[in-house]
């Protein structure tokens, strides 16, 4: 299970936004759908996942009823707001969201479809683990308005599997994949280098074997180690050892590298596409700060500035639903230097970057050293934008400290 909630202000228990709020029109509006269930729990995870043992009053087969009841309390509460708007991108993320029959996660998307509607050419995104795709999953899937499958591959060594305590085995990636491909969908694979035991020539080895799938879009991140996890105890003991950060850092050189061979484009740090229209446009509305609803236990959400996030556990989700109350636990509207910092940070990921004129005008400056020290390309900057350079992107978290602090 994740850590604890932010702390906030109450939220209203009918869910209403604030009668204050200004809500544009041309803000594309996206829908997160949280499926917090998982077999095993993965050493590294901190995310708000539970397995069967951990759900104490919770029924897995009643989530997709349970989480409809929020998409008709959203409706209600956008409608009243005069923020109704159809959806641009659907992610049903996790734990693992194939974990439920496919024709729940059908269900789910026709009620926020119904609620909200799809503008023409929506991406619908859906998490998977490749042990649970089957030729008949991803067909189901398809004819229910899914676009996209993003396939938690993670690694193609065993042994690298077994540290971060993945189950599934390396060979079902590739009839996932198949399968996916078989049934119209775009496919995207999920990558995680620098796990204990970790060497060079093992992330080569899962990258050769994420580009024979020939997919559509690879996502590559770097182990983190959250507090609370399993891998964070294991380093604590002395048991593993700590990700080390020069290999990391060489293990992204590599990925990078090997991507762009192979016809890949970075537009994220950690996200490479073939092209354009490849991209996950669900993590770019993230990334560009545009307007969403997380639906579930413990998900976020975000309209014009403010945020909210649901209660954690999945049978207290169920609970407020049932009473007709909003599953809010807390809300927030952040004040301008926070909403700079978070702009800066997220927009200076991107491909695209962000532009100076954006920027606090007294960090401007600041863009000649970034450049003088290979951070930032040049010529973007004399377009009128901070563009990360490769060694900018391994070095991201300072970029962004020197342009807000």
Not at 119 to 135: H, I, K, L, M, Y
Not at 217 to 233: M, N, Q, V, W
Not at 364 to 384: N, S, Y
Request: proline letters at 6%; aromatic letters at 6%; charged letters at 25%.
């Amino acid at each position: 299970m994740a850590g604890p909630l932010p702390l906030g202000d109450p939220a209203p228990t009918d869910g209403h936004l604030p009668s204050d709020l200004s809500v544009d029109p041309a803000v594309p509006f996206s829908a997160y759908l949280h499926v917090p269930f998982c077999r095993v729990r993965c050493g590294y995870c901190d995310f708000n996942t539970y397995t069967s043992s951990e759900l104490r009053g919770a029924k897995q087969e009643d989530y997709a009823t349970t989480l409809i009841g929020e998409i008709d309390l959203a409706r209600r509460v956008l409608a009243d707001a005069g923020a109704l708007r159809a959806m641009d991108t659907v992610f049903f993320g996790g734990g693992t969201p194939t974990l439920l029959p496919p024709g729940d996660l059908a269900r789910m998307l026709d009620a926020a479809t119904d609620a909200f509607g799809l503008v023409d050419g929506a991406e619908v995104t859906v998490e998977a683990n490749p042990d649970t795709v089957t030729p008949q999953v991803a067909r189901t899937l398809a004819d229910a308005g899914v676009t996209r499958l993003s396939i938690g591959m993670q690694s193609a060594v065993p042994h690298v599997l077994a540290a971060l305590d993945r189950t599934h085995h390396p060979d079902n990636v590739t009839t996932a994949v198949a399968a996916a491909k078989e049934a119209g969908l775009a496919v995207s694979v999920d990558l995680i280098y620098g796990a204990p035991g970790e060497t060079l020539g093992d992330w080569e080895a899962s990258l050769d074997a994420a580009l024979a799938l020939d997919s559509d879009h690879i996502s590559a991140y770097a182990l983190i180690i959250e507090d609370g996890t399993k891998i964070a105890r294991q380093i604590r003991r002395g048991e593993v050892p700590a990700p080390d950060d020069d290999l990391q850092a060489d293990m992204y050189e590599l990925a990078d590298a090997r991507l762009a061979a192979a016809g890949f484009d970075w537009y994220e740090v950690s996200n490479w596409s073939r092209s354009e229209q490849q991209r996950s446009r669900h993590n770019l509305a993230y990334w560009r700060g545009n307007d969403w609803w997380g639906f579930g236990p413990g998900a976020h959400s975000h309209v014009a500035g403010l945020r909210w996030w649901n209660v954690k556990h999945p049978a207290a989700y169920a609970q407020r639903l049932a009473a007709a109350e909003s599953p809010a636990a807390g809300t927030e509207r952040p004040d301008e230097a926070s909403r700079t910092l978070e702009r800066v940070l997220l927009l200076s990921r991107i491909r695209e970057g962000i532009a100076i004129a954006d920027l606090p005008a007294e960090r401007r400056t600041r863009v000649a050293g970034l450049i003088a020290d290979g951070l930032v390309d040049p010529g973007a900057a004399v377009r009128g934008r901070v563009q990360l350079t490769l060694r900018g992107r391994l070095l991201a978290d300072a970029v962004v400290r020197e342009l807000t602090d």
